[in-house]
């Protein structure tokens, strides 16, 4: 069947069993994989055969999850790892290295910016945060002859802003590198970003595609589409021969659909083991199963609940791109016409003091260091999630002392109003 609409996908994309298989994709809780002759494993290793020999580096648990995300997002080929963070190092690492450089929106999760802005520093890789608002040519002023990638986030976490992806691709483009996009936010249930011109997406999978709050985890989806043969000076990795796998190219090997997967597997996997447990890709897949139901509710809670706190007379300002004359509304309604996910950011009059015991007083909303689950949480990112930032830092990246970030979950809208409105008044 072609063109499978998104809730089939989500339902039943990457495995199909087959005569009196598992119905349900099944958990290889293996460590290891048994073959006949030493030869056959040699194949393996020297990957001249397809197959499993060790769960650091492939498991076909995950292997069915992972082709389901890259179906979900119209990709070649992607991969499961132990984390969002893990998914964000690798998505660089497998093509940036020592004396690299690249661009990233300063707009992006905290643990993201700290990934970048301190121990990827210390690995010799240097980034330049840009304003995600910034002009073309702002960007543009942003490369250098180093840069490797471009990275942004489709709805950042916490500020929310939404990323002009199609901008950031044409930069990118220009400069004979790919765009990354965290799309962890939106989902392909709400974008797509390889449809505006990404080239590689990664996900905090712990996120809305888990959706309930058991397992952390990640996954990096190559669209296929980047030519990496166009600029063999830029990415010697995948474009001249790996001495730690016999003298393979993995473009030649692998062809663009299949290189970048495969050299973070064989090279990053092994030699780093951050894959993601099979048990955690079986609930994964769980939550993918109803994706698509999922995150229209979010969306519409969020909605109804931004709508509301537009209108209270303690509620100073209110972030949600799905909301009328929000700063995103725009760009929301070109990237995010079905929604604008589960998240609204709010600042509440009285500052630090008044957000912590509004949030004190929420009796459905827990206070958790977590987002995108289906029972409504919220954080003060200021003290938490971005409490590594200086104030000017923070003022970059849209986030303010008081701001409070409230994760809608799947519960009845009337309900959540209700409690932010008791906990305004208490
Ligand atoms: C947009 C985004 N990317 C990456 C991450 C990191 O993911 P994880 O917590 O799964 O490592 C997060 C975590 O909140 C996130 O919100």
Redesign the pocket.
Known sequence: MKNKGIGTQCVQGGYTPGNGEPRQIPIIQSTTFKYATSEDMGKLFDLEAEGYFYTRLQNPTNDAVAAKIAELEGGSAAMLTS??????LFAIFNIAGNGDHIVASNS??G??YNLFAVTMKRMGIDFTFVDPDCSFEELDAAFQDNTKAVFG?TI??PALTVLDIEKFAHAAHAHGVPLII?N??ATPVLCRPFEWGADII??????YMDGHGTA???CIVDSGKFDWTRYPDKFPGLTTPDESYHGITYTERFGLEGAFITKATAQLMRDLGSIQSPQNAFYLNLGLESLHVRMPRHSQNALAVATFLSKHPKIRSVQYSGLPGDKYYDLAQKYLPNGSCGVVSFEIEGGRKAAERFMKHLKLAAIET???DARTCCLHPASS?HRQMSEEELKAAGISADMVRFSCGLEDAEDLIQDIDQALNA
């Open positions: 984390s969002g963070q893990a998914a964000n992006i999760y643990g993201t986030e950042a976490n965290d962890t936010f990664t996900h905090s999978t712990t996120k952390v985890g990640g977590h987002v995108a999630t």
